[in-house]
């Protein structure tokens, strides 16, 4: 699994949209948070600890290898499936993909405040096409729920969290 070639330099918002050009059917949600870019990041990047807390869907992650910017990670959902989970993980962005799924952050500093985008697109299984959610339905809940998850990370990063 390899991460799309970018230009030294280049945005990490810019690289997260050259990323879901590349992956039909994927949902991408943008958002301005009310916190500086440090703060967000730090809720991005613990991994560990704050995935579970904004993916509903996930139990537990941990790290099981690091080098340098490069992750292994082991993921359970809540029904105790596990997944071996390839990161990258750099200040700005933020790449985690296995067989099954391809989840990705990418922000900015922007006047104070932070621009922080999110992309996630489960890959084709079975021999099925790659292609949109199946129908307006499940795309509306995956727009949803991503909204929902920027909303947590939002609470997250300004102590505000439920």
Known sequence: MSEPVALPGMDPIDRLAVLEAGLPGAVVRRRRIAAPFDAVWRVIADLENTVPRYETAVDRVRI???????????????????????????????????????????????????????????????????????????RAAAVAKIDEELRTIEELATGRSR
């Open 64 to 138: 099981v290898e690091e080098r340098g910017e490069f992750l292994r990670l082991m993921v359970r959902d809540v029904a105790g499936r596990e997944d071996a989970v390839d990161a990258r993980l750099r200040p700005g962005w933020c790449l985690m993909q296995s067989a099954t799924v391809v989840v990705a952050f990418a922000a900015r500093p922007l006047d104070g405040e932070t621009l922080l985008a999110h992309l996630e697109h489960r890959r084709p299984q079975d021999g099925a096409p790659p292609g949109p959610p199946s129908g307006p339905a499940d």
